[in-house]
Nanobody, 119 residues
Framework: QVQLVESGGGLVQEGGSLRLTCAASGSGFSSSVMAWYRQAPGPGKQREWVAQITEGGSTDYVDSVKGRFTISRDNAKNLVYLQMNSLKVEDTAVYYC???????????WGQGTQVTVSS
């Protein structure tokens, strides 16, 4: 059974940086697509896909974070990172780690970590 634990969230001023880490336990990490999602506060806000990295290291990002966020992974340590630079107030959200197994298609979620960007 896969468990995902996020860390690294916090309060930062606009323009600042944070690095989120997701630690995965269980097997199959290296044959999984890893992604970050976020959910902003407020009624009706849906969870939004932010970035993903394939088992081969290919990355993709939502347009609003391109050039500011970088996703990476360390298959030896079962870790995935999200480096967030030039943070904006609108980046404030709970950030969730997501793992999708390429072998089983099973999807796992972490519990989330809060990122708050102040103006």
């Amino acid at each position: 059974q896969v468990q995902l634990v996020e860390s690294g969230g916090g309060l930062v001023q606009e323009g600042g940086s944070l690095r989120l880490t997701c630690a995965a336990s269980g097997s199959g990490f290296s044959s999984s697509v890893m992604a970050w999602y976020r959910q902003a506060p407020g009624p009706g806000k849906q969870r939004e896909w932010v970035a993903q990295i394939t088992e081969g290291g290919s990355t993709d990002y939502v347009d609003s974070v391109k050039g500011r966020f970088t996703i990476s992974r360390d298959n030896a340590k079962n870790l995935v990172y999200l480096q967030m630079n030039s943070l904006k107030v609108e980046d404030t959200a709970v950030y969730y780690c997501n793992q999708r197994s390429l072998r089983t298609s099973y999807v796992s979620w972490g519990q989330g970590t809060q990122v708050t960007v102040s103006s």
